[in-house]
């Protein structure tokens, strides 16, 4: 069974720094590309990074450009976001995903929240 | 980044009821994908490739389009259908989400 959980959410200040963390299970990390997408309370779906199966290629909205980053261990099979310079508006749940069609599979979400 | 524009933004439906949502992509796109999020759960496929059928999901729900238009269909609407739906392109990058149809049970 694939899993994708998603650690390492919470309360941080604005201008603070986070990451978080997705443990990947079920089926061969290193063979696809990951994602992250996130939902601000009542708000709709934007996506944040991608990366692709090896590392090497990433990809960011532009909202987060600059400032967060996507990576990934393979040999432990877990994928990361390093969030920094966080704002208020990153407020959000945050989804650790595998959103490629035919091989689609979402974390339950972790939440973080940025405020003084 | 390629906008997608999702219409209408609410609408109600009658158990019964033949229902149609729509995204229109700003620039020609390959695919469309559609999700359907209930409350707060993670977002669940119903099609890719334009008109692919996710695995598990009722066959009352069909998808169509070509190029910047691209549709949902539910062919006899289910209480249980009541939910939000999201259109996803994943042709330019970055990839972008449609904002979403609220769809509700009459």
């Known amino acids: 069974e694939v899993q994708l959980v998603e650690s390492g959410g919470g309360l941080v200040q604005p201008g603070r720094s986070l990451k978080l963390s997705c443990a990947a299970s079920?089926?061969?990390?290193?063979?696809?590309?990951m994602a992250w997408v996130r939902q601000a309370p009542t708000k709709g779906l934007e996506w944040v990074a991608s990366?692709?199966?090896?590392?090497?290629?990433?990809h960011y909205g532009d909202s987060v450009k600059g400032r967060f980053t996507i990576s990934r261990d393979n040999a432990k099979s877990t994928l990361y976001l390093q969030m920094d310079s966080l704002r208020s508006e990153d407020t959000a749940t945050y989804y650790c995903?595998?959103?490629?069609?035919?091989?689609?599979?979402w974390g339950q979400g972790v939440m973080v929240t940025v405020s003084s | 980044e390629i906008v997608l524009t999702q219409s209408p933004t609410t609408m109600a439906a009658s158990p019964g009821e033949k229902v149609t949502l729509t995204c229109l992509a700003s620039?020609?796109?390959?695919?469309m994908y559609w999700y359907q999020q209930k409350s707060s759960a993670s977002p669940k496929l119903l099609i890719y490739?334009?008109?692919i059928l996710a695995s598990g999901v009722p066959d009352r729900f069909s998808g169509s389009g070509s190029g910047t238009s691209y549709s949902l269909t539910i062919s006899s609407m289910e209480a249980e259908d009541a939910a939000i739906y999201y259109c996803?392109?994943?042709?330019?990058?970055?990839?972008?989400f449609g904002s979403g149809t609220k769809l509700e049970i009459k």
């Open positions: 995903a595998s959103p490629w069609g035919d091989f689609d599979y």
């Open positions: 079920g089926f061969t990390f290193s063979d696809y590309n």
């Open positions: 990366i692709s199966y090896g590392g090497s290629n990433t």
């Open positions: 620039s020609s796109v390959n695919y």
């Open positions: 490739y334009t008109s």
């Open positions: 996803l392109q994943l042709t330019s990058t970055p990839p972008t």
